[in-house]
């Protein structure tokens, strides 16, 4: 501040601003002849002062200097425009410009209640705390969103760039239908469904001609039975982002922000250039019916489905450009509220028969050199009928690792009939594999919501 600029009374203010604040305020009366010249006469009253008036009385003429700062930001931030860093410099040399040059700027601290900290890209740096500003919310302005700011007093003019959510990357994935075994039917379902919505051209034909396609589909089958296997192939497949989270783990890891994280995750998944599949293991623990008993965690749950019906609703009312679909999985779709079953069609993902069994042992026994012996119609004949593609995806890999441990040339080393045998023993008797339930999730679950 050059000398000739007058200061604040900073010893009147205790801690009613914080020293960012005072910055502020002090760097917008640098670039304001009318504010020098409302605080000239404030200080002037300060000096002059014959102690009948307290304190409070300049509080709230700098409260009242605050007011006009904010109204003269306000009516500069509707003039502002973004530009880069660059350019505010040029902008700056030419004095014919009437308009505002907003800075590039980063948010780097969440909004505390009554400040959100920006940073702007370019000099001059350093972080600011400033108010929230009218027409967004704190999670419009999670850590990391680019921002214009006001280059005099670094307040939020605009969202330039949504930070991606690092709770809600999209899941990177090779999988193929190629690599799903046995489940044609459930796969032209999906492609037939879906597919042609996540398609850019098909999806433009959907809607020339007003077709009304469901956007929520829900995967209803035992675990292990390769729901979220066939998610991941439809994405890639489509070259869509699938952003994937498990229902109990959104109300167990983010306890009371269950909604806002749902409310994340379309954002997310909206926000990008690619069609997305938003995908949702587990529904039943987010999505249960109102009367299922829960005594901890009820309202919680109820906050989160709210979130989520309204997603949906949402996305049903597409607008243009809009092109994320919802995908749901579930074992037990008795439990789930009718609300959210009345807005998705179900398509059954059941345990493998035995010709699907054979398929799936072949998908995974792909890469494998297997001996002459080996028979998977009679392994298959072997098998529980409720082995899952999980299950099989054990028995090919335990077989192979007994072949490649076993005592032969490693040259002529093949998966044998008696690997198979071994291994399929092995997980009857339990020895192999940990089952991904074994952990519980239901457990979990009911733990949390008993
Ligand atoms: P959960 O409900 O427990 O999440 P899920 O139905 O989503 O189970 P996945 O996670 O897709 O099952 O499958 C588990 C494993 O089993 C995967 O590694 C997958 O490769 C294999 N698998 C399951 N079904 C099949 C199948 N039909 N074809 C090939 N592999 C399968």
């Not at 280059?151 to 690092?166: A, E, G």
């Not at 072997?382 to 299950?391: L, S």
């Not at 023993?425 to 940990?434: A, C, F, P």
């Amino acid at each position: 501040m050059s000398d000739d600029t007058p200061r604040l009374k900073r010893h009147l203010l205790d801690d009613d601003f914080d020293e960012q604040e005072l910055n502020r305020l002090e760097n917008a009366i640098k670039q304001s002849e009318k504010l020098q010249k409302s605080l000239r006469m404030y200080n002037k009253a300060v000096e002059d002062s014959d102690d009948d008036r307290d304190d409070e009385f300049y509080k709230q003429r700098i409260q009242q200097m605050k007011s006009s700062i904010e109204r003269k930001e306000k009516s500069q931030g509707n003039m502002a425009r973004v530009v880069s860093p660059n350019d505010v410099s040029k902008q700056q040399a030419s004095s014919s410009s009437k308009q505002t040059p907003a800075l590039r700027g980063v948010v780097t601290g969440e909004f505390d209640g009554s400040r959100i900290w920006v940073e702007p890209k370019s000099a001059p740096k350093g972080e600011y705390g400033v108010d929230l500003p009218q027409g967004l919310s704190a999670d419009d302005l999670s850590v990391g969103t680019e921002v214009a700011l006001n280059p005099q007093n670094f307040s939020i003019l605009d969202v330039l760039r949504k930070r991606k959510d690092p709770d809600f990357d999209p899941v990177s994935t090779d999988k193929t239908f190629g690599d799903v075994g046995g489940l044609d039917e459930v796969i032209a379902t999906l492609r037939r469904n879906v597919g042609i919505q996540l398609d850019t051209d098909r999806r433009e034909i959907v809607k020339e001609w007003g077709l009304d396609l469901d956007k929520s589909l829900m995967l209803v089958g035992p675990p292990g039975t390769g729901k979220t296997l066939l998610v991941k192939a439809l994405a890639n497949e489509y070259d869509a982002d699938m952003f994937m989270v498990n229902g109990p783990q959104l109300v167990e890891k983010f306890i009371g922000e269950g909604a806002k994280k749902i409310k994340r995750l379309y954002d997310q998944a909206r926000s990008g250039d690619r069609p997305a599949i938003v995908f949702i293991d587990e529904i039943d623990s987010i999505a249960k019916k109102r009367q299922e008993n829960r005594r901890h965690g009820g309202e919680e749950v109820e906050r989160t489905m709210s979130q989520l019906l309204s997603e949906l609703d949402g996305l049903d009312q597409a607008s243009e450009g809009q092109h994320v679909i919802s995908i749901f999985a579930t074992n037990k779709p008795s439990i789930i509220d009718p609300a959210i079953v009345n807005r998705c069609s179900a398509v059954e993902v059941d345990v493998p028969g035995p010709e699907a069994k054979e398929e799936i042992l072949q998908v995974h026994t792909r890469q494998f050199d297997l001996a002459d012996d080996v028979d998977f119609g009679a392994l298959v004949e072997e098998m529980p009928e409720t082995y899952t593609g999980r299950d099989i995806e054990q028995i090919c890999k335990q077989a192979a690792i007994t072949a490649v441990y076993a005592d032969q040339s490693l040259e002529d080393i093949v998966v044998r009939m008696d690997d198979f045998r071994e291994a399929l023993q092995d997980l009857k008797d339990g020895n192999i594999g940990m089952e991904k339930d074994f952990l519980g999730s239901e457990e979990i679950h009911e733990e949390i919501f008993a």
